[in-house]
T-cell receptor, first 112, second 111 residues
Framework: QKEVEQNSGPLSVPEGAIASLNCTYS??????FFWYRQYSGKSPELIMF????GDKEDGRFTAQLNKASQYVSLLIRDSQPSDSATYLC????????????FGRGTSLIVHP | DAMVIQNPRYQVTQFGKPVTLSCSQT?????MYWYQQKSSQAPKLLFH???????NEADTPDNFQSRRPNTSFCFLDIRSPGLGDAAMYLC??????????FGNGTRLTVT
């Protein structure tokens, strides 16, 4: 059973701070990793994807991947109240399967 | 704009009354997925299609079926909905290995 683990939170940070969201996965051969944001009652939307070890930056968002530690994280700089949502980590299965497994998500609350 | 469209946004059905949810895409993606998501839980994959090839997850109840008559459309049929089937149903599309594009979801209520 391939697993993707996230702390369900909530993670509460003040406006302007850095929010750090973490995800671990069990499938050592996974190659593709995704972060989705989901507002309450809405469907997930893609924030970032990362395929290689290291950091990938897009605006206020940075995804970090460490395949040796089977760990992927999402940093949100200058957090805004509009960033308050659930962040889902998804990991594509190895072995030629393209199907992602989702974590249960981390709830982020950014308070003014 | 290319997109994934789900209808209806909200569906209320009675216990045991069959219901069909629909999904269409203009992205021309090979893969279409149906997920079930309950409150505070991860999306749970029910089925996916790679072109016409249907893939059923091992733990998807027999009560759930799916059809993909062409590249653009996919349907989720719930033959005899129970109270435990109340959830958000998410349709998504992708090219293999690429990020998923989700529709707006259908919120199913079973009375």
């Amino acid at each position: 059973q391939k697993e993707v683990e996230q702390n369900s939170g909530p993670l509460s940070v003040p406006e302007g701070a850095i929010a750090s969201l973490n995800c671990t996965y069990s499938d050592r051969g996974s190659q593709s990793f995704f972060w989705y944001r989901q507002y309450s009652g809405k469907s997930p939307e893609l924030i970032m994807f990362i395929y290689s070890n290291g950091d990938k930056e897009d605006g206020r968002f940075t995804a970090q991947l460490n395949k040796a530690s089977q760990y992927v994280s999402l940093l949100i700089r200058d957090s805004q109240p509009s960033d308050s949502a659930t962040y889902l980590c998804a990991v594509e299965a190895s072995g030629g399967s393209y199907i992602p497994t989702f974590g249960r998500g981390t709830s982020l609350i950014v308070h003014p | 704009d290319a997109m994934v469209i789900q209808n209806p946004r909200y569906q209320v059905t009675q216990f045991g009354k069959p219901v069909t949810l629909s999904c269409s895409q203009t992205l021309n993606h090979n893969v279409m997925y149906w997920y079930q998501q309950k409150s505070s839980q991860a999306p749970k994959l029910l089925f996916h299609y790679y072109d016409k090839d249907f893939n059923n997850e091992a733990d998807t109840p027999d009560n759930f079926q799916s059809r993909r008559p062409n590249t653009s459309f996919c349907f989720l049929d719930i033959r005899s909905p129970g109270l435990g089937d109340a959830a958000m149903y998410l349709c998504a599309t992708s090219s293999p290995g690429a990020p998923l594009h989700f529709g707006n979801g259908t919120r199913l209520t079973v009375t």
